[in-house]
Each structure stands twice: as structure tokens, then as C-alpha cells.
């Protein structure tokens, strides 16, 4: 049976430091790669209870879909936000394909039982011509995320034992190119001083849906 999250980060706890600054970081690499939103379709799978990042990028976006377990109210607050609720492995669906300009995986593909279903769906839904960006934490990552929440504290130890693997870019790139990504058109790194995998995929053309 797959297990299924049934809580949003953010959703019960505040968000510490630690956190707080890694969502910084990953804040930043977006709008680094990005840089305007105007008239762009975003959607922020596994957006957080809070929807904070893509919060932002509706004030310039032409329409933001957010997609968690769960979403405070608060959260879709604008007239441009559209929310969907559940796994997402069984609401993706509900995303109509080619209909996302840009679409942001942060920090959600560790957490789910069948990664390969998400990257799939991640790649149904983007449009020609648009961008996939996605952040994972990396088994260098790992030793200090664990030792941040079993030993000190400083992050959430459920968020850490509910996660289902790690990726280095090795990892990370047959997934992307199985998904559909043309090799071409994808790029892995290391993330956040070697603590995550980062991946910008461009959406040059479209292969035959399978």
C-alpha cells in the first residue's frame, strides 16, 4: 500500500531558522532563474501549508496553482490562486497538460512514495517553451539535515524521517530523462553548498505522451 502524507510542511509547527533560510536560498535560485513572472501559469507543487513562495510570485504571475496536502486559507488569498488539496500523485490529474509556463518542485520529491509518477506528471503539465525547476536534498545533505533535527533540534524530525531517499545529480538525471527531459535541455547541480540537487529543465519540445 503507498503511504500517503497527510500533513504540509508548515502546517502545525513554525518554521525555524534552518528552514527559514533554506527556503530563502531556494527562493533565491528561483527568481535568479527566472527572473520575471509576468503573465506567466506557475504551479508550486508541495507549496507548503503556507504557500509563502508562491504567494509571491502571484503578485506578478497571470495564474498560480498551488498543490499540497493541505493549504491554509489564508494561503489562497488572491483572485489568481487556484488551490488543490490531496497526494499529489492522485490530484495531478486534475492539472490540465501543457498548461504551466513555469512549475516548481522544492523540496516535496523526497517525500513521495513513487518520485518517477511526480516527474512524470511535473512534465505533462509544463508548456512548450516553459521551465521545470526542482530541489531535492543530496546524501552529502543528509548527515547535516539529520543531525539539525535528531540532535540539535533546529528542524522538524518528522520531516526527516518522512523522507524516502536522497539524490545526488547521478541520481536525479535518468529520472528526468525517463520523465520525458531531453538531456539537451536539462541541468543538475549542486545545490545549497552541496546540501541538495538542483535541476532547471527546459521545455524545448514535447515527446509523444506515453
Known amino acids: 500500500m503507498r503511504e500517503v502524507r497527510r500533513k504540509s510542511f508548515g502546517q502545525e509547527k513554525k518554521t525555524s531558522f534552518v528552514d527559514r533560510f533554506g527556503i530563502w536560498l531556494s527562493r533565491r535560485s528561483v527568481f535568479r532563474h527566472i527572473g520575471q513572472f509576468e503573465g506567466k501559469t506557475v504551479c508550486d507543487v508541495g507549496?507548503?501549508?503556507?504557500?509563502?513562495?508562491?504567494?509571491?510570485?502571484?503578485?506578478?504571475?497571470?495564474?498560480?496553482?498551488?498543490?499540497?496536502?493541505?493549504?491554509?486559507?489564508?494561503?489562497?488569498?488572491?483572485?489568481?490562486?487556484?488551490?488543490?488539496?490531496?497526494?499529489?500523485?492522485?490530484?495531478?490529474?486534475?492539472?490540465?497538460?501543457?498548461?504551466?509556463?513555469?512549475v516548481l518542485c522544492m523540496s516535496m520529491l523526497e517525500h513521495v512514495s513513487d518520485d518517477d509518477l511526480v516527474l512524470a506528471h511535473l512534465f505533462r503539465i509544463v508548456n512548450i517553451g516553459g521551465v521545470v525547476i526542482v530541489n531535492v536534498p543530496s546524501w552529502f545533505g543528509k548527515r547535516l539535515l539529520e543531525f539539525s533535527a535528531f540532535k540539535l533540534g533546529l528542524s522538524p524530525a518528522e520531516e526527516m524521517n518522512d523522507h524516502k531517499r536522497y539524490y545526488s545529480p547521478r541520481d536525479l538525471w535518468p529520472k528526468l530523462v525517463s520523465a520525458g527531459f531531453l538531456p539537451e535541455n536539462i541541468s543538475v547541480r549542486r545545490h545549497k553548498f552541496g546540501l541538495n540537487t538542483l535541476a532547471i529543465c527546459k521545455i524545448s519540445s514535447k515527446r509523444e505522451q506515453k
Open 47 to 102: 507549496c507548503g501549508y503556507e504557500a509563502s513562495l508562491a504567494q509571491e510570485i502571484a503578485k506578478d504571475a497571470a495564474y498560480v496553482t498551488v498543490c499540497d496536502v493541505a493549504l491554509s486559507p489564508s494561503a489562497l488569498d488572491g483572485l489568481n490562486i487556484r488551490g488543490i488539496e490531496g497526494p499529489f500523485e492522485d490530484t495531478a490529474p486534475d492539472i490540465e497538460p501543457n498548461s504551466m509556463d513555469l
